[in-house]
């Protein structure tokens, strides 16, 4: 997405799309609002959400297997919330996609007749929100310390500690808060197996 020099969003041809799935994202996990004009994100709570954490990129990833899709779940959410908003007899902003134009709490009544037992497209919505999910709660996308570095809010309020100097974790507190078994005499200096 461009922007302008105020930081709010300019308008492309890609735009509906991923405003549209921004708003999604940030209904399964809500999070601030990155700019006053924000739209796509409700900033119903503070920090940062799925939006923030990446969601965007992570759907994109052609290893979700759902990428090529995108534009086609864009259409079909914004379509039902036409309907909800006919249904629930609510007029719509005609500036921005039907479900972007929803107060955060209709964003959820949408999603959660979307993802209930029963509705024929069931697995498209909890598909699409577990990707938003995954997105916060574990940076699939990106390379865990390299997440942190850069503040992912996900990992962040998870407590997820940084690596050490050369990269790797190392836990100096055992699991269950005692050690279970010795390691083996022959056990080389980086933990594998002699």
Request: charged share 25%.
């Amino acid at each position: 997405m461009q922007r302008d020099g105020s930081n709010a969003p300019t308008k492309n041809v890609a735009d509906d799309v991923s405003l549209t799935l921004e708003a999604y994202a940030d209904t399964i996990v809500p999070g601030e609002k990155r700019w006053p004009g924000d739209r796509a994100v409700a900033g119903v709570v503070t920090g940062g959400g799925a939006v923030a954490a990446g969601a965007l990129e992570l759907l994109r990833w052609d290893a979700t297997g759902i990428s090529a899709s995108l534009d086609d779940l864009a259409q079909l959410v914004n379509g039902h919330a036409e309907a909800y908003a006919e249904e629930t007899g609510m007029r719509l902003a005609p500036d921005v996609p039907a479900f972007v134009a929803l107060e955060y709490e209709h964003r959820a009544e949408v999603v959660a007749r979307l993802t209930r037992p029963g509705h024929p497209e069931k697995e498209f919505w909890v598909l699409l929100s577990l990707f938003c999910n995954m997105a916060f709660d574990s940076a699939a996308h990106l390379h865990t310390a390299d997440a942190l570095r850069d503040g992912h809010p996900g990992l962040e309020a998870m407590g997820i500690t940084s690596p050490d100097a050369d990269g790797l974790w190392r836990f100096r507190d055992f699991g269950y808060g005692r050690e279970l078994a010795r390691p083996h005499p022959a056990t080389t200096p980086s933990g594998s197996p002699a």
